[in-house]
C-alpha cells in the first residue's frame, strides 16, 4: 500500500487546527475578543458541536470566558426579543441561520483559506497540478471543496484529479487485509484528519460547554440517535446488508464512523462517502437529443428541446460533467444526518408537547435547559403564538436567573 499510496500532509487541517488554538488563545489572553464574545454568541446562537467541546477541554480562563460569553449571549437575545418580534427580519436571520453558524468555525474558515486560495491560484497558474497537489497537500475533503469552489477553466482539471484520488483511496482500502492496524491510520488521514481529531459524541454539554445546569435534551436525544446509528452500521456490516442503508455519505459522519469502528469494518463504509464526495463536485449532464425529423409536429410535444450551448468553432462547451450551475444536484442523503435530524425535531416535539402541559412558573426552569442552537429550532416550531410568547417569558427568567448567580 505505501509504494502506490501516499497520505499527504493537508495545510488546510493544519491550519484549522492552529486556528481553534488560536481562538482559544485569543479567548484566555485578549479582553477585546471576550468582550464581543457575548454577542458573536447571540448573534449565531451559540457553538457548533466540535467547537463547544473542543473549547470545553480547553484551559480554565476559557471555560470561565465561554461560561461568561453564553450568560451574556442570553441577555442580549432576551433584549433583543424584547424589542422585536419573532417575525423581525434580524430574529429570522439569527433563529433560521443558526445551525450553520459558530463563531468559531467562522474564525477558522477565514485562516483556512488562505492556504487554499494560494494553492488554487498556483493550478490556474499552472505551478501546481491537481494529481499531485491532491496526493501531496491536500486530503481528499479538501480536495473535494477546492472543487467545488473552482472556476470553469480550472474544474474539469480538478474533477477528474479528484475522481483519480478517489479510485486510489478505495483501491488501497481495498487492498488492507482485514484487522490491518495501519488503515485506521492512514485512512482517516487521507480523508479528512481535522474532522477526525474533532469527531466525538461522548462528550458532556454539546452545545453551550457550561451554559447551563444539565444536558439539553435535544443534544441528549441526538446523542443517543448518533451512537444508535453507528451501531447499526457495525451491526448491518455483520449482517452483509448493502452499505447505503447505514453508512455516511458527509464527511462529519464518515470522520465519526470511521472514528468509531474497528479496522476490519472500514473498508466496507468509506467507499460510499467517496462516491457521494464526487458525486457532490458533479454537475448532473442532461442528455439532449436531436428530435427526430418528422413531416408532423409531435402534438404530445408542448415544449421545444433547447439548443446546447456552442462555442466559436460550433463545438459543444459542455463537456464531461458539467451542466449550467442553476440546475440542482440531488446528493445521496446521509443516514447520520438523518439520524440525527429526526431525533432533533422528535426531541423539540416532545419539549414543546410537555412545555404546554407544564404550568407557567415553570417556564424558566424548562426553557434554562435549551441550548442555543435548540432554543432557535424551538422557537421556530413551536405551534402557535401563544408558546411563542411562553418561549419567550421562559428565556427571560432563565437568563435573570442566570445573571444573579
Not at 17 to 32: I, N
Not at 184 to 190: F, H, R
Not at 318 to 340: A, F, I, K, T, Y
Request: charged share 25%; with cysteine.
Amino acid at each position: 500500500m505505501g509504494e502506490r499510496f501516499q497520505v499527504p500532509v493537508c495545510k488546510v487541517c493544519d491550519e484549522l487546527a492552529r486556528a481553534d488554538e488560536r481562538y482559544a488563545y485569543h479567548l484566555s489572553r485578549h479582553g477585546r475578543i471576550r468582550r464581543g464574545l457575548g454577542e458573536a454568541l447571540a448573534l449565531n446562537m451559540g457553538l457548533c458541536v466540535p467547537h463547544a467541546r473542543f473549547l470545553a477541554r480547553a484551559g480554565p480562563d476559557v471555560r470561565a470566558a465561554v461560561s461568561q460569553g453564553m450568560r451574556d449571549a442570553r441577555m442580549r437575545i432576551v433584549a433583543l426579543l424584547r424589542r422585536a418580534s419573532l417575525q423581525d427580519e434580524q430574529v429570522q436571520d439569527i433563529l433560521f441561520g443558526a445551525r450553520r453558524r459558530c463563531p468559531a468555525c467562522a474564525f477558522a474558515h477565514r485562516l483556512a483559506g488562505r492556504p487554499l486560495s494560494r494553492l488554487m491560484r498556483d493550478v490556474e497558474a499552472g505551478r501546481a497540478f491537481p494529481r499531485t497537489l491532491f496526493s501531496t497537500l491536500l486530503c481528499f475533503e479538501h480536495a473535494r471543496q477546492m472543487v467545488l469552489g473552482a472556476a470553469a477553466p480550472a474544474r474539469p482539471r480538478l474533477s477528474r484529479a479528484l475522481r483519480l484520488r478517489g479510485r486510489t483511496l478505495t483501491a488501497a482500502g481495498g487492498d488492507s487485509a482485514p484487522g490491518d492496524a495501519g488503515i485506521d491510520t492512514w485512512l482517516p488521514a487521507a480523508l479528512f484528519p481535522y474532522l477526525s481529531s474533532m469527531a466525538s459524541v461522548d462528550a458532556g454539554n454539546e452545545s453551550d460547554v457550561s451554559d447551563s445546569s444539565s444536558d439539553c435534551p435535544v443534544c441528549l436525544a441526538q446523542r443517543e440517535a448518533e451512537l444508535a446509528w453507528l451501531a447499526s452500521v457495525t451491526r448491518n456490516i455483520h449482517l452483509g446488508q448493502p452499505a447505503w442503508l447505514t453508512a455516511p455519505t458527509c464527511a462529519e459522519h464518515a470522520a465519526l464512523c470511521l472514528n468509531s469502528l474497528s479496522s476490519g469494518h472500514m473498508p466496507a463504509v468509506f467507499p460510499l462517502y467517496i462516491d457521494a464526495a464526487i458525486a457532490s463536485t458533479r454537475r448532473r449532464v442532461v442528455e439532449q437529443k436531436a428530435p427526430a425529423k418528422k413531416r408532423h409536429r409531435d402534438p404530445t410535444r408542448w415544449f421545444d428541446t433547447p439548443k446546447r450551448p456552442l462555442d466559436g468553432k460550433g463545438e459543444d462547451v459542455r463537456r464531461g460533467d458539467e451542466v449550467p450551475d442553476d440546475e440542482p444536484v440531488r446528493e445521496p442523503h446521509c443516514p447520520g444526518c438523518l439520524s440525527r435530524d429526526i431525533a432533533m425535531r422528535a426531541a423539540v416535539s416532545s419539549f414543546l408537547y410537555s412545555f404546554a402541559g407544564h404550568p407557567p412558573s415553570r417556564d424558566g426552569a424548562d426553557v434554562g435547559r435549551l441550548c442555543l442552537k435548540h432554543l432557535a429550532e424551538t422557537l421556530i416550531l413551536a405551534p402557535d403564538a401563544k408558546i411563542r410568547a411562553r418561549l419567550t417569558a421562559g428565556l427571560t427568567q432563565s437568563a435573570d436567573d442566570t445573571q444573579a448567580l
